[in-house]
């Protein structure tokens, strides 16, 4: 093709139609296309909400089952108080290859889901590996249920039995949103930034451990800011530890709980869709104040303060190289290991207690269950963000974790990371798979609640702190 020259300075229109080459030339160098959705999945009234095994949610005489439309051995939910959504971000590097972060208000993420969602998208066009998707749970004890095929969840009973009809609905939902997010993409830049956060959340093992205090919370607030070329906001992914607990076990209503809440009132403040993708959770709930004035949390703002604060602050690239690597990684059957000790929160005693007694005598039982009662094939995946500018290069990295690690799990991971090159780390709880608690060796002796639900004995912190740091090395700068 060729070209015409020609003084601008003789043309009224001159300015204009630099304009229009400039937008041209911009587009055309562009690295990165970014695309969102929000999708509502709010599944029908009469659904179990999964999270707690108690109150209300519990049939009055269970095991003894009250069978209803969608429950077995949980009361039917009496209607919605908030929608829950099914988000998704799809990103579109300069060579084609996509990524996608897709995340759901419930429990967790289920990767039976995870694959029938991935599937329906795939068959509607949406060219996105298996290795390039992250399924994120919020952690709402309020969400939908009977969505899991986990046995040991339904029976417990969190989640209640699969009910095949809901499960495809929610596939569906999440196909959507990966379709429309896919849909949606255009020309973009991307930034991630991070802060600290502190008083919003409680340790709740405090007093229960000796190792731990109420402020022993893990205070990092990520943040990956996408703006479209021109600075207007597509999307804000924020990730921090906090358990989905406002409401308590006798809320029959479906909602987001106060992650929901803090993410409606980030798109009030900046614009786009928010995301929420939760961190090391496992023993972190939100302070007492914090959930006050329900559903208008007095959290919500606080939280959602800091990460337009730290999305402000956060400088955005268009040059930016996307790195995945996903790996799935066998468990084996469990190693459900009942203690005295770890049943009865054991942290004094003399020579004669019962915990030190049963350290000698090795008074438990190990149950060795299988992937019929609950996933032990989880994939970890690892996503670096090489977000580059004029005179330097951040590297971040994403790394999921498929349950709820406890906060010196999280501590760990992060210091792994740190030591691989990376400049900032967002641990993705709750993603790809829900396997339980991840207590440390420490936490894990000393029993309790989290202890109890850890399901791989005292070494599956250890499991899950080396399959991140496997795939992490995979993508390290």
Not at 27 to 53: F, I, M
Not at 65 to 80: D, E, I, K, N, R
Not at 421 to 449: C, K, Q, R, V
Request: charged content about 15%.
């Amino acid at each position: 093709f060729f070209f015409f020259f020609w003084p601008v300075s003789s043309f009224a229109f001159a300015p204009t139609m630099r304009l229009f080459l400039l937008v041209i030339l911009i587009e055309a160098t562009v690295a990165l296309r970014a695309g969102v959705s929000k999708v509502d999945a709010t599944l029908p009234t009469g659904v179990p909400l999964a999270g707690y095994n108690h109150g209300a949610r519990r049939v009055p005489h269970w095991p003894e089952p009250v069978l209803t439309q969608y429950t077995t051995f949980m009361t039917a939910s009496t209607g919605h108080l908030t929608p829950t959504y099914a988000k998704a971000l799809v990103l579109e590097n300069d060579s084609g290859e996509k990524f996608a972060f897709l995340t759901i208000d419930a429990i967790g993420s289920d990767s039976t889901l995870r694959s029938m969602a991935l599937a329906r998208a795939q068959a509607r066009g949406v060219n996105i590996s298996d290795s390039n998707l992250a399924t994120h749970g919020s952690h709402s004890h309020s969400g939908p249920g009977a969505i899991s095929p986990n046995f040991l969840w339904a029976m417990a009973p969190a989640t209640d039995l699969l009910v095949p009809e809901l499960q495809e609905l929610m596939a569906d939902h999440l196909a959507q949103a990966l379709v429309e997010a896919n849909q949606a993409l255009q020309p973009a830049q991307l930034g991630v930034g991070t802060g600290q956060l502190l008083n919003v959340t409680t340790n709740r093992r405090a007093g229960i451990s000796p190792y731990l205090k109420p402020d022993s919370i893990d205070p990092n607030l990520g943040v990956i800011r996408v703006d479209d070329i021109h600075g207007s906001p597509i999307a804000t992914v924020w990730n921090f530890a906090i358990h989905g607990v406002c409401w308590g076990p006798d809320q029959m209503l479906s909602n987001s709980d106060i992650m929901g809440g803090t993410s409606e009132t980030i798109e009030s403040a900046v614009g786009g869709v928010a995301l929420f993708v939760n961190g090391d959770a496992g023993d972190i709930d939100p302070a007492g104040w914090a959930c006050d004035n329900k559903p208008d949390y007095k959290g919500a703002p606080v939280i959602a303060a800091k990460v337009k604060e730290i999305r402000t602050a956060t400088q955005t690239s268009q040059d930016v190289e996307l790195t995945a690597y996903s790996q799935l990684i066998p468990f084996g059957p469990t190693n459900l290991n009942l203690t005295f000790q770890r049943f009865e929160n054991c942290t004094s005693g003399g020579p004669l207690d019962i915990c030190t007694l049963c350290r000698v005598l090795k008074c438990d039982v190990n149950a060795h269950l299988g992937g019929a009662w609950m996933e032990n094939r989880p994939t970890f995946s690892a996503f670096r963000f090489a977000v580059k500018n004029a005179t330097s290069t951040t590297n971040s990295l994403l790394v999921t974790m498929p349950g709820e690690p406890l906060f010196d799990l999280g501590q760990e991971v992060r210091a792994d990371s740190k030591a691989l090159g990376f400049d900032i780390t967002l641990l993705a709880g709750y993603s790809n798979a829900h396997m339980g608690y991840f207590a440390t060796a420490p936490e894990y002796d000393i029993g309790g609640y989290e202890s109890q639900l850890t399901f791989w004995g005292i070494e599956t912190a250890e499991l899950v702190r080396k399959a991140a740091q496997t795939v992490a090395s995979a993508v390290k700068p």
